[in-house]
């Protein structure tokens, strides 16, 4: 148990990744326009690693990873859904798709424009990104 979080569910849409996560039932959502994310839409919030348990499917993810090769593009093999991912930003945490969590958990969400096509300034500009993944 967490203190003032509350504990999702969610994964793929086959069913073959599952994993759960605490975090608030108000989430702070990235929208970030680097050139994979704006392909794939992958809107996320970041949790530290400590927060995220995979329940089942380890053996059913893939990864995708280019450039830098820090951010680990994690998604089912079977459907292809990308549920949660390791982003480049904070490394020792995971990004989570809020549109592949479980319903009756998230009260809100706030979105919240990335500019990942200037990654680097948009890194040093930003004042929390950094640390989401801290405990």
Same mark, same amino acid.
């Given at each position: 148990?967490?203190?003032?979080?509350v504990?999702?569910?969610?994964?793929?849409?086959?069913?073959?990744?599952?994993?759960?996560?605490?975090?608030?039932?108000?989430? !702070?959502? %990235?929208?970030?326009? #680097?050139? &994979?994310?704006?392909?794939?839409?992958? +809107?996320?919030?970041?949790?530290?690693?400590?927060?995220?348990?995979?329940?089942?499917?380890?053996?059913?993810?893939?990864?995708?990873?280019?450039?830098?090769?820090?951010?680990? !593009?994690? %998604?089912?093999?079977? #459907?292809? &859904?990308?549920?949660?991912?390791?982003? +480049?930003?904070?490394?020792g945490?995971?990004?989570?798709?809020?549109?592949?969590?479980?319903?009756?958990?998230?009260?809100?969400?706030?979105?919240?424009?990335?500019?990942?096509?200037?990654?680097?300034?948009?890194?040093?500009?930003?004042?929390?990104?950094?640390?989401?993944?801290?405990?």
């Amino acid at each position: 148990e967490y203190q003032g979080l509350v504990k999702h569910t969610g994964g793929c849409h086959c069913g073959a990744v599952r994993f759960e996560v605490w975090a608030s039932a108000d989430l !702070h959502i %990235f929208d970030c326009n #680097c050139s &994979v994310c704006k392909k794939k839409q992958n +809107r996320h919030f970041i949790v530290p690693a400590s927060r995220f348990k995979l329940l089942k499917g380890a053996e059913s993810i893939t990864t995708y990873t280019f450039n830098t090769h820090k951010a680990q !593009h994690t %998604f089912c093999k079977r #459907c292809g &859904v990308q549920s949660f991912y390791t982003p +480049r930003s904070n490394p020792g945490g995971f990004g989570i798709a809020p549109h592949c969590l479980d319903e009756g958990t998230v009260r809100s969400m706030v979105i919240e424009e990335f500019n990942g096509s200037d990654w680097e300034k948009a890194m040093k500009e930003h004042k929390t990104i950094k640390n989401m993944s801290k405990e």
